[in-house]
């Protein structure tokens, strides 16, 4: 059993609920799929927090200690929550904020699919719970009404990779950033709890890792393709180097952004922040 900094400040009812929520299927399918990577059905590791600095921290040191792949860290609030690109990720009472621990054994160029693959599970459960079709804006963010609902961070340290989410569920948007929504303030008649959005964001990334794990990205893509918000819009492209503009136009086979650029050819991305011309 690891042996935690944060041990003491764990909270075992939150534990509990969270083991409860996680266990079982994704609701409408039958139990069929023995999914082979991540533990048994109710089996994973559970770490939760009323509050904490970064979940992505906790799931690192437990990570380093040798956790087991499924181990989920959650927190009710963040005081340090932080986004890409040394971004702050606000995280108030309200929202879902989880870390899951993965040993993919996978090259290093594929691990960026992952944040495609938490996208995925994430516009999937919202569907589920609040029944609006969020857009995933490649490569990591969740909106409703062009605002951003959700947002996910990947981060690999030696073999463990860490998948970090965040949904603001409940979250009064008045406590979050101008670009930001809640699942609340969308869906007049929302009732489910950051608990039980965790609980289908959980089993349906548990099912599409192992997807993406034995078949590669390409059903990922699949499913993927019809919730890109960005497919025919004109786009401005900014990586480390370049300032560039075109059309967004597919994924392709690795999850790279291909883009029709104003000057000239389609090109894959890899890496990137995209803004919306319109
Ligand atoms: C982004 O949109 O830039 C990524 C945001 C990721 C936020 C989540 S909340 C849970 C986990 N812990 C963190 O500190 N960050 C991620």
């Excluded at 079982?24 to 991540?38: C, M």
């Excluded at 857009?135 to 981060?155: M, Q, S, Y």
Aim: glycine content about 10%.
């Amino acid at each position: 059993m690891p042996n935690l900094r944060h041990d003491a400040a764990r909270d075992p009812a939150l534990e509990a609920a969270l083991t409860r929520a996680i266990r079982g299927h994704i609701r409408g399918q039958t139990p069929s799929v023995k999914i082979a990577k991540f533990p048994d059905e109710g089996l994973a590791p559970v770490y939760a927090f009323r509050r904490i600095g970064s979940t992505m921290d906790v799931a690192h040191e437990l990570a380093s200690q040798g956790a087991s792949e499924g181990t989920l860290v959650w927190a009710a609030r963040q005081e340090q929550g932080r986004g890409r690109l040394g971004r702050t990720w606000v995280s108030p009472e309200g929202g879902t904020y989880c870390s899951v621990i993965l040993r993919p054994n996978r090259p290093p160029a594929e691990i960026p699919q992952l944040s495609l693959v938490a996208g995925l599970a994430t516009a999937e459960a919202i569907r589920e719970l609040a029944g609006v079709s969020p857009a995933i804006r490649w490569p990591n963010d969740v909106l409703l009404d062009g605002l951003k609902v959700a947002g996910i961070l990947v981060e690999a340290r030696g073999a463990a990779v860490v998948v970090g989410i965040g949904i603001n569920v409940t979250t009064d948007p008045a406590d979050l950033p101008p670009n930001a929504t809640s699942l609340k303030k969308v869906t007049i008649t929302f009732s489910a709890s950051p608990v039980d959005v965790t609980g289908a964001l959980y089993r349906r990334f548990r099912a599409w890792y192992d997807v993406w794990y034995r078949s590669g990205f390409v059903p990922i893509r699949e499913a993927l393709r019809p919730l890109m918000g960005l497919f025919g819009e004109p786009i401005q492209l900014s990586t480390a180097s370049e300032r560039l503009r075109g059309v967004a136009s597919d994924l392709d086979e690795h999850g790279r952004l291909l883009v029709r650029l104003d000057a000239g050819p389609v090109r894959p991305f890899e890496m990137g922040e995209v803004t919306l011309l319109r």
